[in-house]
């Protein structure tokens, strides 16, 4: 490692989604311990904090009419193989598999460090679509070090491209995340539970279930749903909450590069994913002292113990009720928000998780 530090090009996606969180994060840190970070993206990162010392390095997408659609694995190649040479990289960290993975490969061979970070679906849905799986193995196989955000992606990883991954679990900033219960009454009325849901509103999250289990709620305890995000299924779950005529009670917040701001007033956070390879927003949840009810799937069980919340089967909605009538009516309340801070804190801070990549980065280099 050099004297004034290493010079790294971190590649993610910009937009809702927590890999691109996590890398935007992990970068920002990073360039602050006095490293030289490039983050390779199509646009600047949405969690990239405006101050950042990491540099935004933007992806091109260039449209040429005899092209079926954008090239973005072969505009990112490129753009990665001459900023590398003209910035003097000393290694390359890609967040997310797909096209990730392959791009760097085509960039760099094996001429220069690769490590790549399994996040979910690039290993468990995408990463198994036939058009994408020969190339992300490969890729995977000639890099330095593959990493996984959980013990469960890392099995999954073994199964799917026979690559031993390292854990390194994703971290969370405590400062940024902690409790904020003065914010609560901008949310909620006197007298009423916050119950809190984040995510990209894609089918997997399963956002129309949480409107579901609220309903049920609802009917025993004054409470109201916040959904913060967007996607594919808000329509569907607007629809669901008229439905069940719970409507004037759920409320939709748009996304916001300060989910802390809302997630910090809540009294419960809910998770119905049928697939999490971590859980982020759960884990941004504990951190700000708020106990999560989540679905067992996944790595979930890996963030969300006992201690800090309860696991559900999967699509279980009376279960998912019950667990959070059980959370908000049980008099260890106030112990169980703390422990969920004190785990958080405990095994994803920021400072420990660095330094996991840190030592998976000396490694990669030899
Ligand atoms: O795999 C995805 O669906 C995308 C990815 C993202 O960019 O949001 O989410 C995954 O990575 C997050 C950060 O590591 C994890 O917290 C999510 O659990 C994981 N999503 C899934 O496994 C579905």
Do not use: C
Request: aromatic share 8%.
């Amino acid at each position: 490692m050099r004297r004034e530090g290493l010079r790294l090009g971190l590649v993610a996606y910009p937009g809702l989604g927590g890999s691109g969180t996590v890398a935007a994060e992990l970068a920002d840190r990073l360039a602050r311990m006095g490293h030289r970070v490039y983050l390779f993206a199509t646009s600047r990162p949405f969690r990239l904090p405006e101050a950042s010392p990491a540099v935004h390095v933007p992806v091109d997408l260039p449209y040429y009419p005899v092209f079926p659609g954008p090239l973005y694995t072969l505009s990112l190649a490129g753009t990665l193989e001459r900023e590398a040479r003209r910035l003097g990289l000393d290694l390359v960290h890609t967040h997310y598999a797909v096209p990730h993975a392959a791009a760097a490969y085509l960039a760099f061979g094996e001429s220069l460090p690769l490590v790549h970070t399994l996040h979910g679906t690039d290993v468990s849905v995408v990463g198994m679509d036939p058009a994408f799986h020969g190339p992300t193995r490969r890729a995977l196989e000639a890099a330095r070090a593959v990493t996984a955000v959980s013990r469960a992606l890392a099995q999954e990883a073994k199964r799917a491209f026979g690559v031993e991954a390292v854990v390194v679990p994703n971290a969370v900033d405590p400062e940024r995340f902690r409790p904020r219960p003065e914010r609560k009454r901008l949310y909620a009325e006197e007298g009423e539970w916050l119950l809190v849901h984040a995510s990209n509103f894609r089918p997997i999250k399963r956002v129309p279930d949480i409107v579901r289990a609220f309903a049920k709620i609802r009917k025993r305890l004054p409470a109201r749903l916040l959904l913060l995000g967007t996607g594919p299924e808000e329509e569907e779950a607007r629809r669901v909450a008229a439905e069940l005529g719970v409507a004037s009670w759920v409320t939709f917040h748009p996304p916001t590069p300060h989910p802390e701001e809302v997630l910090g007033a809540a009294d419960l956070f809910l998770l119905a994913s049928e697939e999490e390879s971590f859980g982020q927003a759960a884990l941004e949840a504990l951190a700000s002292g708020v106990p999560v009810v989540a679905t067992a799937v996944g790595g979930v069980a890996e963030v969300v113990t006992p201690e800090v919340g309860r696991l559900v089967e999967l699509g279980d909605l009376e279960a998912m009720a019950e667990a959070a009538l059980d959370l908000l009516g049980s008099p260890r309340l106030p112990e169980i928000r703390r422990r969920a801070r004190e785990w958080a804190l405990l095994r994803f801070h920021p400072e420990r998780i660095t330094r996991a990549y840190l030592e998976v980065y000396a490694k990669a280099l030899g």
